[in-house]
Every structure is written in structure tokens, then in C-alpha cells.
């Protein structure tokens, strides 16, 4: 199993900044394909960005490609998640995920989640 922690939220105003990081611990953290969803108050959790094993392919929804870079540092067992040009639409509550299948968008691909850090843009 991996654990995983959440860190690096908090409240911006819209067109800010923010980087959230996921510290894993337990396995080999490069045996998994990670990614971020977030969920928004009253709504599902949603597929925000994934990357592969070895960094070598990334995906993104679409509400945030081109605002949001997701990257990894499997060195130091971390996930990252750069996060600009925020819009209030983008308040949720944003988890990591670890998996042991390939770049996928679905909750169900993936085993292991953090618990999860609160990101508020404020407009």
C-alpha cells in the first residue's frame, strides 16, 4: 500500500498562485500512475490531472489546461500540482491518487487517496 499526504492549500484570490504537493509513503512510489481530482461543495469528485509512472505523459481536464501543471519528483516520493491564473470555479477540496493502471480520469482506477486540502479562490 502507499499512503498518501496532501499539503499546500489555502485561500488566493482569483488569478493567483498556488502548489499543492502529495507526500507518499509506504511502496515504491514510482510503481504508480498519480493524479489529482478535486471536489466543490454539492458536487462529485472530478478528474483534474494525471501522470504517468515515469513522468513521461501527463493529462489534464479541460477546465484547467493550460492553467494547471501536474509533475512528479519520484527522488523525493512527491507529487506536485502547479496551479495559476485561479478562478473561483476552482474552490474544492483537491485529493491525490495513486493507481496501478495507466493515465485514467475515472475514481475507480485509482486504489489509494490522501485526505485531501482545501483550496478557496476568493474573486
Known amino acids: 500500500q502507499v499512503q498518501l499526504v496532501e499539503s499546500g492549500g489555502g485561500l488566493v484570490q482569483a488569478g493567483g498562485s498556488l502548489r499543492l504537493s502529495c507526500a507518499a509513503s509506504?511502496?515504491?512510489?514510482?510503481?504508480?500512475?498519480m493524479a489529482w481530482f478535486r471536489q466543490a461543495p454539492g458536487k462529485e469528485r472530478e478528474f483534474v490531472a494525471a501522470i504517468g509512472r515515469s513522468a513521461d505523459n501527463t493529462y489534464y481536464a479541460d477546465s484547467v489546461k493550460g492553467r494547471f501543471i501536474i509533475s512528479r519528483d519520484n527522488a523525493k516520493d512527491t507529487l506536485y500540482l502547479e496551479m495559476n491564473t485561479l478562478k473561483p470555479d476552482d474552490t474544492a477540496i483537491y485529493f491525490c491518487?495513486?493507481?496501478?493502471?495507466?493515465?485514467?480520469?475515472?475514481?475507480?482506477?485509482?486504489?489509494?487517496w490522501g485526505q485531501g486540502t482545501q483550496v478557496t479562490v476568493s474573486s
Open positions: 509506504g511502496r515504491t512510489f514510482n510503481l504508480y500512475t
Open positions: 491518487a495513486a493507481g496501478i493502471f495507466g493515465i485514467a480520469t475515472t475514481r475507480e482506477e485509482y486504489g489509494f
